[in-house]
């Protein structure tokens, strides 16, 4: 059994900051990929940013420059800094890892994070 547990999101006002972590746990063989996905009312679930396990990034055109996404592999820990935030960045952001040697994705429960002015 996997687990992925977010924590960090909030209520922020434009052009703040935040840090969302996800930790994952159980019984965990290695992790390879992990991201972070977001979903906005009545809008589909997109990639923000993942994060392969040798640190290699991709972005989201529209977090490019703002957004930071680590890892801690020791910790079988991902993070996603948010700078600069805007109302667009308003949704519910899910922490996604590909785990053993087949790469099963796994969810976290999602953690809010919303604008206000």
């Known amino acids: 059994q996997v687990q992925l547990v977010e924590s960090g999101g909030g209520l922020v006002q434009p052009g703040g900051s935040l840090r969302l972590s996800c930790a994952a746990s159980g019984s965990i063989s290695s992790i390879n990929a992990m991201g972070w996905y977001r979903q906005a009312p009545g809008k589909e679930r997109e990639l923000v940013a993942a994060i392969t396990r040798g640190g290699s990034t991709n972005y989201a055109d529209s977090v490019k420059g703002r957004f930071t996404i680590s890892r801690d592999n020791a910790k079988n820990t991902v993070y996603l800094q948010m700078n600069s935030l805007k109302p667009e960045d308003t949704a519910v952001y899910y922490c996604?890892?590909?785990?053993?040697?087949?790469?099963?994705?796994?969810w976290g429960q999602g953690t809010q994070v919303a604008g206000s002015s």
């Open positions: 996604n890892a590909a785990i053993g040697l087949f790469g099963t994705r796994y």
